[in-house]
């Protein structure tokens, strides 16, 4: 339906995650239709986000700096390393305000299926991580997935022979869940890790 | 909670319609995390799109070409001229494969509570162009809506001394439509607008 520069960007458009064919459409006409200093400005934040914005050598997280913000703050407590998929589930973990330690981005998490094995999860560099700094708890903070849990098994095992003390995210009913509508999986978690009301 | 070039692409992207502040955030780590080169490519289809597409001079379309590719087509009858809000509608209308003629876009539709009147919907470049080629049907193919009415009277008020035939979609129930889910005014509209069976 639409041709030139019009459905090129609507083809670029239709790549960006949860936008079809419809939404890519609704948004190219936005853009070519209104004030062009507003389209144009996001397209030199897309260009500077890109050119600015890399991996943190010390933690893998997506990053300004070089070493991160949080690897570069010496008031975290550096002998906790929070391991998180990717760079935006350490801003979820920050905005809990339950955690000032350290965090490590995996990247991935292990899919042999899709062919994401060790290597894809830079397990390396978060091995000379844990040996190099004395890691003391090692909080895995991945989602409670299939792909989560070979993950979470696989860097424990790996593991097994350091000191260091491996957690993982409690698993239960969400804050506000109703046990009616909860699936069974879930439900089972919450029976098997239940807790003294007294604790 | 993002900040930096981060933060600022995320508030770009906010600014588009249908984008939330989540969706936002997905959309700029996806960007920033995936192949660069694909996100330059988005940036750059962004710029390409705004800086070559404008408004067509006879009909207001926004086009790559000036005059744009229906004003330019002579196969094209030229004595109908189908009224559309915005250039999308143009597609829409095209995709029926019922019309033949050319397009005239408003750009708005009548609003006076919004500081929309008959200067910002074009009228003064739609007259020109109905006196100049002598237009034997003006299809008014805009909203339902109060502001489409309050247009389709206007440019009906203004042309009474002329001519032209001006006509307007047809109102009834849509195809597919079920009568139990069906609004009263979409109904009475239907039952006002009845036709014989053998028509």
């Known amino acids: 339906m639409f041709s030139g520069y019009l459905g090129e960007l609507v ?5 960006l995650p949860g936008i079809g064919n419809k939404s890519a459409q609704r948004l190219a006409m936005h853009l070519i239709s209104g004030d062009k200093n507003k389209a144009l400005l996001l397209a ?15 933690c893998n997280m997506l990053s300004e700096s070089d070493p991160c913000e949080f690897c570069a703050d010496t008031a975290r407590h550096k002998n906790f390393l929070c391991v998180v998929e990717n760079t935006q589930d350490i ?6 305000h339950e955690y000032h330690g350290r965090y490590f ?25 844990i040996r190099k700094d004395g890691i003391e708890e090692l909080i895995l903070a991945l989602n409670p997935s299939a792909e989560g849990e070979s993950t979470i098994n696989y860097i424990a095992s790996q593991l097994e022979e350091t000191s260091t003390n491996i957690t ?13 509508y909860t699936n069974s999986i879930t439900l089972g978690n919450a029976l098997k890790r239940r807790y003294s009301v007294n604790n």
Chains 1, 2 share one sequence.
């Open 91 to 96: 801003y979820l973990v920050e905005n809990t």
């Open 168 to 180: 993982r995210l409690s698993t239960g009913l969400p804050f506000g869940g109703d046990i009616e």
């Open 44 to 58: 030199e934040s897309i260009q500077n986000a890109v050119e600015n914005i890399t991996n943190c050598s010390i």
């Open 105 to 129: 981005v995996l990247g991935n998490l292990l899919s042999p299926l899709d062919g994401i094995g060790p290597d894809e999860i830079n397990f390396p560099l978060l091995l000379d991580l």
């Open 11 to 15: 083809q670029q458009l239709k790549k």
